[in-house]
């Protein structure tokens, strides 16, 4: 029987025909009515409900990310959407969940993926970067591939995966140290060089061409650099230059091409021999390794990974980078020919020290070595005319610093850019950039010159399957059946036909093209971008992907960048800067240390720890008892006079426990077990998924010898001091200054609470975009005159970078907070100035006294209690501070704004380093309890009570 014909029959039972045909008039239908519609509504509930629980016994659910939206229009995300539904139209039982995460800025979005574990709410089945694989195997987050291969082949035996410009190296990033598969490579990236053949015709560069090697490189930029020219459609118009240089969190995989270019490594494994003891050194793509000294294949002996980048072709593209960043040189009025400046080379450090005007000695900018200088050291003729130079503007590197390259390529403010040589970039740079083909060029990165190579960084996306997953056996094979489809010949087929039946060929590898049939589109695929995408593949080399190093190339690499790309890099030696960094990582993340060295360091740390644990726990006891002192002992006299003794004492005594146990177990239950189990985590190298080793003290030792701890210990004591300084005594001052105003008090209170009406994320975007890195930014439209003027700075400097200049950064970052701040505050001093009689004015007025007399034997001791107690909670309180200092800066340049807070964050979920940033926690916490001490004994003195105001 249909659904239809049920419900008919339904109705006629429950309204008989004297219903239907009175309707309303009299009271047997009134009551039918209602009674029937009641039972029809029963029983479809029931009806559908059946089918309903029937389908939920077969029904799948698999939770998933980045779901294409139904909404978007984009030829990409409709081609991921047709992949999406033809998989679940071949598979009706599935259903899938979205999980969603918080947005993240860029760099740190892989942090997003990382918090979804760490709260149990990671997808499934997700692809990532084949440089996140080893890290997702070592922390236990996803599942080996082998066994569901292995059954699926039964079924399928002609199965394979997919392998459309993968290499055998791509799928070693998807092997655990077991040997087994724990991804499905399913893409892949290379980096070319892009370049506008306009701008490059424009600069005399014919034909337009890439750079065959560095110098090259540097002499085409210098050529395309044109820092005071007009750029139609640039976003804050500072001029053209030849090439751009990313800093920060995605600073570090442009620079490991780099280090390849210079024919370098950035990872090695070693393996050591069990026969003689030799520690052998290999590439990361070495698999016959054998011993140097006796010739034995060590492929079966356990490998140690450490980082070689600081090594002397680190150190080469370290210092390359410095100098496209801080050459300084001219271009001739006559012939347009650029120029270096005259150089003095120190005999030190190889230094290159730009000579601006004729001197007989100077002191080197990197050592001090002072050293003479000839004469014909200083004459300063083009090169291309034999112009005299002297007295003509000089610039300042050849590159732009940070932002976007692709859209500074789009907008013509550089010329050349490294990136991804694939249909996503080709689709920004056709599509949204409204570039014409004709106008682009691609070729391979060049290489370093002598002793380098052109090598071109390529890496991939990889499809896993969540631990998570294996809990439900049926889960687990949905999200496998889910990879398979995604991974599969099916699915780049249904993307290719979306691509050529949206009129976007071009935006689809031409291999996929040729492989699918498509043979008209590959013949007018543009020659040039099919030239380079079938071309790249022959210099790649494939990414790092060694557990660790998704540490490296998303934090550590962004700090020897940044110091020598940002203010003051150019009196830093790069040599020195990245092998320090190279030691330090090896040290705390590779554990590449002396065993002296380790057995030093785990004697100190433990020494700390037993030292400073008795203190903390006795202060935190002693708190404990002088809370208890300072109120059993009234709470006891007053329950006494109310209650009385006795019996009905107890019986009151039960029933007021009885009806605050709720509560204490509330208390108990998100306060104090959070906390127990916190402190146990710290003495465990914790996993999500089990597998948590205990490791006594071993993250407090790290945490007391880690450099970085120390290093956030001295940004974190900054930016209390500063805010403190500026901060908290700005409130004070501008409560002061209210209380003495004659007329408009009303308004000028307004004013200065109004940023309390704005959130404190707004306030942050608000400042960051005063803070804009541009002669045209707002701060530096108003400060650069007056510092010009005031001769602070130079006039041919035309603008500073606020927030990546180290020495500026912490300040920039508390400023906002100050503005935002102090009104606010201001009004609770001014309340308490109120309070203070008119008589007390009067006299010291009578007595000669003026305004500063006023304020120093009146006002400050009338607010003294309230500073005192306001002084420790905000001490407390800036030590915990992040949100502003994560928003404005992400703790660079350089670690520089990297605060216990961003960096307790980061190891969590970021790294998922739980038992060590717990460890950092404690120790930040303990460092505090002497001021909670302090602010609870300065409390038990405090005697609270309502005020007045006294009115004048």
């Known amino acids: 029987m249909s659904k239809g014909s049920l419900l008919n029959r339904l109705y006629r039972i429950s309204n008989p025909p004297s219903a239907r045909s009175n309707g309303f008039a009299g009271g047997g239908a009134r009551t039918c009515v209602p009674t029937g519609g009641l039972l029809i509504l029963f029983l479809i509930v029931a009806q559908l409900a059946l089918p309903v629980c029937a389908e939920d016994k077969n029904t799948v659910t698999i939770r998933l990310a980045n779901i294409p939206l139904r909404s978007a229009t984009g030829v990409q995300n409709r081609a991921e959407l047709a992949v999406f539904d033809a998989f679940f139209r071949k598979h009706p039982n599935y259903r899938y969940e979205r999980v969603t995460g918080l947005a993240l800025p860029e760099g740190l979005a892989e942090a997003q993926q990382m918090m979804a574990f760490a709260g149990d709410r990671a997808p499934d089945v997700f692809d990532l970067s084949i440089r996140q694989v080893q890290n997702y195997i070592r922390q236990g987050l996803i599942l080996p591939l082998d066994d569901l291969i292995r059954e699926y082949r039964k079924k399928n035996p002609h199965w394979k995966p997919p392998s459309l410009g993968l290499t055998e190296h791509h799928y070693d990033a998807a092997r655990g140290p077991d040997g087994r598969l724990y991804a499905i490579v399913s893409d892949y990236w290379i980096l070319g060089l892009w370049y506008r053949r306009d701008l490059f015709e424009e600069a005399g560069i014919v034909p337009p061409r890439p750079p065959k090697d560095w110098q090259e490189y540097f002499e ?76 034995r294949s060590l492929a079966d002996q356990p490998r140690r990974w450490k980082v070689a980048y600081g090594r002397e072709p680190g150190q080469r593209a370290l210092r390359f980078y410095k100098r496209l960043r801080w050459t300084e040189w001219t271009r001739c009025p006559d012939c347009q020919t650029p120029n270096n400046l005259p150089v003095a080379v120190c005999p030190t450090c190889k230094e290159e020290n730009p000579l601006r005007t004729p001197v007989e000695r100077m002191g080197c900018r990197v050592c001090g070595t002072v050293m003479p200088v000839k004469a014909e050291q200083t004459r300063f003729r083009c090169k291309g005319c034999g112009r005299d130079l002297h007295g003509q503007p000089v610039y300042t590197g050849v590159a732009r610093i940070g932002g976007n390259p692709v859209e500074m390529f789009l907008r013509g403010e550089i010329a050349m850019m490294l990136d991804h040589i694939n249909p996503q970039v080709i689709d920004q740079v056709l599509t949204q950039g409204g570039l014409r083909p004709d106008q682009i060029g691609l070729g391979p990165p060049p290489s370093a010159g002598e002793g380098g190579v052109r090598a071109a960084l390529t890496g991939g996306r990889a499809w896993v399957i969540s631990a998570r997953a294996a809990r439900d056996p049926k889960v687990l094979q949905a999200a496998w059946e889910y990879l398979v489809f995604r991974c599969s010949e099916e699915a780049q087929r249904i993307m290719t036909e979306v691509y050529v039946k949206g009129g976007y060929p071009h935006l689809i590898r031409p291999q996929m093209l040729r492989k699918f049939g498509f043979t008209e589109e590959y013949e007018d695929y543009e020659p040039a971008f099919r030239r380079a995408m079938e071309e790249a593949p022959k210099y790649g080399r494939i990414q790092p992907h060694d557990p660790y190093y998704q ?43 002396p065993p002296e060295v380790e057995r030093r360091r785990n004697f100190w740390g433990t020494v700390l720890f037993l030292l400073i644990a008795p203190l903390v726990l006795y202060g935190f006891v002693w708190a404990m008892r002088e809370q208890s002192e300072v109120h059993v002992g009234a709470l006891e006299q007053k329950a006494t006079q109310v209650v009385g003794t006795g019996k009905r004492r107890r019986v009151t005594t039960m029933l007021a426990w009885s009806l605050m146990l709720p509560a204490l177990l509330t208390v108990l239950l998100w306060q104090y077990v959070p906390l127990i189990r916190g402190t146990l985590m710290a003495f465990y190298d914790y996993k999500i998924y089990g597998n948590s080793q205990f490791i006594a003290l071993a993250n407090f030792i790290e945490v007391m010898t880690s450099p970085d701890f120390w290093n956030s210990v001295r940004a974190t004591v900054l930016y209390v001091g500063l805010n403190l300084a500026i901060g908290f005594v700005a409130p004070i001052f501008l409560a002061l200054l209210l209380h003495e105003v004659p007329r408009g008090k009303i308004l000028f209170r307004v004013i200065f609470y109004l940023p309390a009406v704005t959130t404190g994320l707004v306030i942050m975007f608000l400042w960051k975009m005063f803070y804009d890195p541009s002669p045209y930014g707002f701060l530096n439209r108003i400060m650069m005159p007056i510092l010009h003027a005031l001769g602070v700075v130079s006039p041919e400097v035309k603008y500073i970078d606020w927030l990546h200049t180290p020495g500026l950064a912490m300040l920039c970052v508390v400023i906002p907070g100050v503005w935002a701040g102090a009104g606010p505050g201001s009004l609770i001093y001014l309340a308490a100035l109120k309070t203070v009689p008119e008589d007390l004015y009067e006299a010291i007025a009578v007595d000669g006294g003026n305004f500063w007399h006023k304020m120093w034997y009146i006002m400050f001791p009338s607010l003294k209690p309230l500073i005192m107690i306001n002084f420790i909670g905000a001490f407390i309180g800036s030590f915990h501070a992040m949100q502003n200092v994560f928003v ?65």
């Open 220 to 295: 085409f930029a210098q050529r395309l650099t044109y820092p005071e020219k007009h750029v139609k459609g640039a976003r804050f118009q500072t001029g053209q230059y030849g090439t751009a240089i990313r800093t920060g969190y995605t600073a570090g995989y442009i620079f490991t091409n780099f280090v390849y270019q210079a024919g370098g490594d950035m990872t090695l494994q070693e393996r050591t021999c069990p026969v003689d003891g030799t520690v052998n050194e290999f590439k990361q793509e070495d698999k016959q390794c054998r011993c140097r000294k006796c010739g």
């Open 551 to 593: 540490h490296v190339e998303g934090h550590e690499l962004a700090v020897p960048i940044d110091t020598i790309l940002y203010e003051g890099g150019q009196y830093k030696d790069p040599a020195r800067v990245i092998q320090t960094s190279m030691n330090e990582v090896n040290a705390k993340l590779y554990r590449v240390v």
């Open 888 to 952: 404005m800066t992400g703790g660079g340049p350089a670690n520089s704004t990297m605060v216990l807070g961003i960096h307790i964050w980061t190891n969590a979920f970021l790294y998922l380093r739980f038992g060590y940033a717990t460890a950092m926690a404690w120790v930040l916490g303990s460092a505090l309890i002497g001021f909670t001490i302090l602010q609870l004994r300065i409390l038990k003195r405090v005697e609270f009570r309502a005020a007045h105001a006294v009115e004048g």
